[in-house]
Antibody
Framework: EVQLVESGGGLVQPGGSLRLSCAAS????????MDWVRQAPGKGLEWVGR??????????EYVESVKGRFTISRDDSKNSLYLQMNSLKTEDTAVYFC??????????WGQGTMVTVSS | AIRMTQSPSSFSASTGDRVTITCRAS??????LAWYQQKPGKAPKLLIY???TLQSGVPSRFSGSGSGTDFTLTISYLQSEDFATYYC?????????FGQGTKVEIK
């Protein structure tokens, strides 16, 4: 079964850091670009960023609001995707979804992990 | 960033109705558009990509059309399981952007 499972969410204070993980299974993870998408409580979907595959040098893209604060990485040997979030703000509070791109539409989604930034 | 605007933001419909949701891009995106369905507490599900191609396993009552800046998602015969929120998304340029969502409620 093709599956993405996120972990690492929780409560963090403003200015703090958190690292989300996403475990992939059921497909050749290393072939795919992978993205993060978030959804604030009661709000719509917001794309956070992307990491390309090895063939495209693992290059990344980010939405402007997280540039310099968030870093996407991957470990193809572990079929895992990561989102390192630093200098967190209250407006980063959201459910974070790990998403597979195939090749550009998002065809597989994880169940999401909740990140709450609050003092 | 390309702005995606959906209309309406919400509406009520009955099972068996034919419903259409529109999505307008602030600039041309060719056919680089996807539609997703999201139910409460669940992850979104891909319905349609490249504006009109049905994702595997999605019922044929869903269809998409459009190119450039104007797109539509049509549900030909609304079923009970179709009551949900629908989002369009462009993947022509970065940052990828979504519409604000259209909530389809039971009348």
């Amino acid at each position: 079964e093709v599956q993405l499972v996120e972990s690492g969410g929780g409560l963090v204070q403003p200015g703090g850091s958190l690292r989300l993980s996403c475990a992939a299974s059921g497909f050749i993870f290393s072939d795919h670009y992978m993205d993060w998408v978030r959804q604030a409580p009661g709000k719509g979907l917001e794309w956070v960023g992307r990491i390309r595959n090895k063939g495209n040098s693992y290059t990344t893209e980010y939405v402007e609001s997280v540039k310099g604060r968030f870093t996407i990485s991957r470990d193809d040997s572990k079929n895992s995707l990561y989102l390192q979030m630093n200098s967190l703000k209250t407006e980063d509070t959201a459910v974070y979804f790990c998403v597979r791109s195939s090749p550009n539409a998002f065809d597989i989604w994880g169940q999401g992990t909740m990140v709450t930034v609050s003092s | 960033a390309i702005r995606m605007t959906q209309s309406p933001s919400s509406f009520s419909a009955s099972t068996g109705d034919r419903v259409t949701i529109t999505c307008r891009a602030s600039q041309g995106i060719s056919n680089y558009l996807a539609w997703y369905q999201q139910k409460p507490g669940k992850a979104p599900k891909l319905l349609i990509y490249v504006a009109s191609t049905l994702q595997s396993g999605v019922p044929s009552r869903f269809s998409g059309s459009g190119s450039g800046t104007d797109f539509t998602l049509t549900i030909s015969y609304l079923q009970s399981e179709d009551f949900a929120t629908y989002y369009c998304q462009q993947y022509s340029t970065y940052p990828r952007t979504f519409g604000q969502g259209t909530k389809v409620e039971i009348k």
